[in-house]
């Protein structure tokens, strides 16, 4: 028996939020493609155990609209380039993943036809029903949104069953791990918890969305190889946030 027999998802349907920043690697700014190909090797893995993903990229490593607005430029257009910068990054997602033979959709809330298809619900479930990736770019289409409330709000729409928000650390701490040594990790959360304490799990819209439609949001570390497996297959790793009854765990 082969190894991908054994392991059995725990999920059919999955979103996957990435930051743009995961892109980066090693570099200060863009995209470095051995770090895409990294990630697309762990989606192929995930794409052959038969878990049907959908993906939400963000674009922090090209264009930051709220530090743009800060800096003075107009938020609505500023939103609006930043929203191009998730389509550049979804695009350079899709060719690593094709390359490694997984057919893989880009729709873009943003129309653009000669790269993209639009964002149409009932076809993105379709494509995913007949095994392809499918990667939402250009935010919902509207500024002021995050990324985070894009992953939040199409996991709804395509019924996925939990949002995996891949970040460069193990969960959900109390307080910065990088710059503090005795930070704690959450094993389990409530969303109402991440709410009071001001966790930096998603934006409060994109917990709010959760909470109110009890989707469980998994954080997890992307950096350590076949993390997004586990996750999928259902082993306890990084921190989940989720209803009380759901959550399954305390606190570490």
């Known amino acids: 028996m082969s190894e991908e027999d054994r392991v059995k998802p725990l999920y059919k349907r999955a979103l996957i939020k990435l930051s743009g920043e995961a892109f980066m690697g090693r570099l200060e700014y863009g995209i ?72 893989t959709r880009v729709q873009s809330a943003i129309e653009m036809q000669a790269v993209a298809e639009p964002y149409i619900r009932r076809r993105a479930i379709r494509h995913l029903e007949k095994g392809r990736v499918v990667i939402f770019a250009a935010g919902t289409g509207n500024p002021y949104f995050t990324t985070d409330t894009t992953a939040a709000l199409r996991a709804l729409e395509i019924g996925a069953e939990a949002i995996l928000k891949a970040t460069m650390v193990n969960g959900v701490y109390d307080s910065d791990p990088l710059l503090n040594p005795e930070a704690v990790m959450y094993a389990s959360l409530d969303y109402i918890e991440v709410l009071q304490q001001g966790l930096r799990v998603m934006d409060a ?45 305390s606190s570490a």
């Open 32 to 103: 470095d493609p051995e770090t895409v190909g990294v990630i697309a090797d762990e989606l192929a893995e995930v794409n052959r155990l038969g878990v049907q993903v959908a993906i939400v990229v963000g674009g922090g490593n090209i264009f930051r609209g709220m530090a743009a607005s800060a800096r003075g430029m107009d938020r609505a257009a500023a939103d609006y380039v930043g929203m191009l910068a998730t389509v550049m990054n979804s695009l350079v997602l899709q060719d690593a993943l094709e390359k490694r033979g997984v057919f």
């Open 205 to 249: 819209t994109a917990v709010s969305l959760c909470m109110d439609n009890r989707l469980p949001i998994i954080v997890f570390n992307m950096t350590v190889p076949g993390n997004i497996t586990r996750v999928l297959c259902g082993e306890r790793i990084g921190t989940i946030v989720a209803a009380d009854e759901s959550k399954g765990g």
